[in-house]
């Protein structure tokens, strides 16, 4: 099955993306985890001004089939979060790189970006 996999973000193992956007990091889940998950019934997110270190767990991702951590791609502040997804946390299966996005870190270093995988990295990870 072919996955959607933009190269414009880099992705950590556990299947988030990061894609920065005038200086901040926004964070979501993959095509390939969404589909894996199956119908997503609700996702935790942390609040706004809560501070993250790259590779701790930020939140929960609920689905009809499991339940799953999610991981900070970056270190930083949060500094917004997707209210749209716990009215419809469906967005996450609809659009996982578009509408369903979770939240955006404001990264205390930019570099750490550098330290996860590329588009080609995650595909091979996945295939």
Do not use: C
């Amino acid at each position: 099955m072919n996955f959607d996999i933009p190269d414009d973000r880099r992705y950590l193992e556990s299947h988030e993306w990061a894609l920065e956007t005038d200086g901040a990091v926004r964070v979501g889940i993959t095509d390939f985890a969404q589909d894996e998950l199956g119908d997503v019934v609700f996702v935790e997110l942390p609040d706004e001004g809560d501070e993250l270190a790259q590779e701790e767990q930020f939140g929960v991702i609920e689905s009809i089939k499991a339940v799953s951590d999610l991981y900070a791609p970056v270190s930083g502040e949060v500094v917004a979060i997707n209210d749209a997804l716990f009215d419809a946390p469906e967005l996450v299966n609809d659009d996982p790189f578009g509408e369903g996005w979770m939240l955006e870190i404001e990264p205390s270093d930019p570099d750490e970006l550098e330290n996860l995988l590329t588009a080609e990295a995650y595909e091979e990870q996945i295939a």
